[in-house]
C-alpha cells in the first residue's frame, strides 16, 4: 500500500532573516558561502529575506503564518532576534506565536545569546566564522530549549520583552559609545572598554529585587586555575589584555592604574532588606508619562498582549514590601539571564536558557580600574566571580527595579538603547522557545 504523502517527514522550513549590516556587514557572504550549503545538506527548506531597515524584521514576524514554519533564525547581531521576540509577542496570537522556535546565526557585533548556545554544547569559545559554524551545526541538529524573557518596562509605560539583559552604567555605555567602531567587529568592545576605563564613571541610583527564595547567590567553587609563572592568571590570549599591551600598559598596569583602595564591604545579598521603600526620599527623577501610555490597571496588568506582570506594580508606586532596596554609587548594574554577555564575555556561568532567573550583578564604586580590568578580563573564562572582589554582586531574582537618580546616563535593554529613567522587569520562565541544538 502507499504511504499518504502526509504522512512522510517533511524538510524543516525555516524563515532566515538577515540584517546585512550586523556587525562588519559580512552576513549575507558568509551565509551564502558556508550557512547554506550546510542547511540545505541537512535536507532543510528555508526562505532567506534581507531586513531593510530597522523594525522591518519586528514588521515581517507580525505578519507571518507561524503554523507554516519550524522556525524563525536571525542571521545577525542580538539585536534582530530582540525585533523577532517583540513582533512575535505583539501579535493577537501570542500566545502560540512564541512557541515558535527562535534561532541564532550569528553575524553581527554582539553576539552573546549564540555565544550561550554555543557554551550550552559544550563548545570551546569562539568568535567570528568559526561561532558562525558552530551554531549553524546546532541549528541542523535542532534541539528545542524553553528560553526565559524578561518583561521590561520603561518609565513611558513602554513593555518590551527581553532575552539577554538590562544595563547600566559601564557596560551600556561602552556598548553604546562603540557603536562608532562597529566596523571592527567585536573588537569594537575591546576598544570601547579602553576608551571607558580611561575615565571611569559611577552612578548613583536605587536598585530594588525580588529575591528568588529558592536560588542561592553564587559562591565562588574552587577550580583548578593554570596560573602563569608570574603567579598572574595567563591572560595573553585576552584580546582586552592585547590591546593593553599592544599601547604597553600591560606589564605595568598595577603602576599605571594606580593602588588598590582598601575594599570597602557590602551588605550580602542575603541580608534582610535595609529598608523599605517608603521611607527612602522620593525619586528625583520626573517621568510624566503621555496620555494613553500607563495601563489602566498597573504594570501588573497587559498591554499589547504577552503574559500579565504579576510581580510588578507601576514604576511609580513604591516596590512591594518583600522586596529588596539598595541606594548606592555603582560602575554598573547588569540584569543577565542568559550565560553570556558578548560571544567571548562569559559574564554568568551560572545562568540557563530556562532558570527562570534573573542575574542581578552590580560592581560597587569604589573598584579600581585595576581590578575592574581583572574581573573584565577573568570574563572571557567565566572566573571573575572566583577572584572575590568585594565591589561585585550577585543576587538572583524574579523581578527588580532600577531608579537612576544620576541625571545623564546609558540604559539598554539586550544591547540596544532605551530611554533613560526608571525601568523595571520581571521574568517569565520559558515562554519562548530556542533552537539550541
Ligand atoms: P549588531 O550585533 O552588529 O548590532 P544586530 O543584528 O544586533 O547587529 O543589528 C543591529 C540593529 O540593526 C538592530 O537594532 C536592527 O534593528 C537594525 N537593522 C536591521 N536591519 C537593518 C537594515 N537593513 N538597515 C539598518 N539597520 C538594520
Ligand atoms: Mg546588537
Redesign the pocket.
Known amino acids: 500500500t502507499d504511504i499518504a504523502p502526509s504522512l512522510l517527514p517533511r524538510p524543516r522550513r525555516l524563515l532566515l532573516l538577515l540584517?546585512?549590516?550586523?556587525?562588519r556587514g559580512l552576513a549575507l557572504q558568509w551565509c551564502q558561502t558556508h550557512v547554506l550549503p550546510m542547511i540545505t545538506e541537512a535536507d532543510i527548506s528555508f526562505n532567506l529575506i534581507q531586513?531593510?531597515?530597522?523594525?522591518?524584521?519586528r514588521e515581517l514576524v507580525k505578519g507571518i503564518n507561524v503554523a507554516e514554519w519550524d522556525g524563525i533564525v536571525?542571521v545577525?547581531?542580538?539585536?534582530?532576534l530582540y525585533?523577532v521576540l517583540n513582533g512575535l509577542m505583539e501579535r493577537p496570537d501570542w500566545k502560540q506565536a512564541i512557541k515558535i522556535p527562535v534561532g541564532i546565526l550569528p553575524s553581527?557585533?554582539?553576539?552573546a545569546l549564540a555565544g550561550a548556545i554555543n557554551c550550552n554544547a559544550g563548545l570551546e569559545q569562539v568568535l567570528g566564522l568559526e561561532l558562525l559554524l558552530n551554531c549553524a551545526l546546532l541549528l541542523c541538529h535542532a534541539a528545542v530549549t524553553p528560553l526565559d524573557l524578561v518583561a521590561v518596562t520603561t518609565a513611558s509605560g513602554a513593555r518590551c520583552f527581553s532575552c539577554l539583559s538590562v544595563a547600566w552604567g559601564f557596560i551600556s555605555d561602552v556598548d553604546i559609545e562603540s557603536e562608532k567602531y562597529?566596523h571592527m567587529g567585536a573588537a569594537r568592545f575591546t576598544l570601547g572598554t579602553l576608551v571607558r576605563l580611561a575615565s571611569m564613571h559611577t552612578y548613583r541610583g536605587r536598585l530594588s529585587y525580588l529575591p528568588a527564595a529558592d536560588a542561592t547567590a553564587h559562591r565562588p567553587i574552587s577550580r583548578s586555575i593554570t596560573v602563569a609563572p608570574n603567579g598572574r592568571l595567563p591572560l595573553q590570549r585576552l584580546p582586552l589584555h592585547r590591546a593593553l599591551s599592544d599601547m604597553g600598559l600591560c606589564e605595568e598596569r598595577h603602576a599605571f592604574w594606580g593602588a588598590e583602595p582598601a575594599p570597602v564591604p557590602c551588605p550580602s545579598p542575603g541580608s534582610p532588606p535595609p529598608s523599605s521603600a517608603s521611607i527612602l526620599p522620593p525619586p528625583s527623577f520626573s517621568f510624566e508619562p503621555g496620555p494613553g501610555e500607563l495601563p489602566a490597571g498597573g504594570a501588573g496588568e497587559a498591554r499589547v498582549g504577552g503574559p500579565p506582570d504579576e510581580l510588578l506594580v507601576p514604576l511609580g508606586q513604591p516596590v512591594p514590601g518583600s522586596w529588596v532596596t539598595v541606594e548606592d554609587d555603582f560602575v554598573l548594574v547588569l540584569a543577565i539571564y542568559q550565560s553570556h554577555l558578548g560571544a567571548d564575555l562569559f559574564a554568568a556561568p551560572f545562568a540557563r536558557f530556562d532558570d527562570g532567573l534573573i542575574h542581578l550583578c552590580f560592581i560597587k564604586a569604589g573598584i579600581s580600574r585595576a581590578a575592574l580590568v581583572r574581573l573584565f578580563l577573568a570574563m572571557e573564562k567565566g572566573s571573575h566571580f572566583e577572584q572575590e572582589c568585594p565591589h561585585l554582586v550577585h543576587v538572583p531574582v524574579r523581578a527588580f527595579r532600577l531608579e537612576p537618580l544620576t541625571r545623564k546616563g546609558i540604559l539598554t535593554v539586550d544591547?540596544?538603547r532605551v530611554e533613560y529613567g526608571p525601568i523595571q522587569g520581571q521574568v517569565h520562565r520559558g515562554l519562548a522557545r530556542l533552537i539550541t541544538g
Open positions: 540584517n546585512p549590516f550586523g556587525g531586513t531593510e531597515r530597522p523594525n522591518h524584521a536571525a545577525s547581531g542580538d539585536g534582530l525585533e553581527g557585533s554582539g553576539n562597529r544591547g540596544e
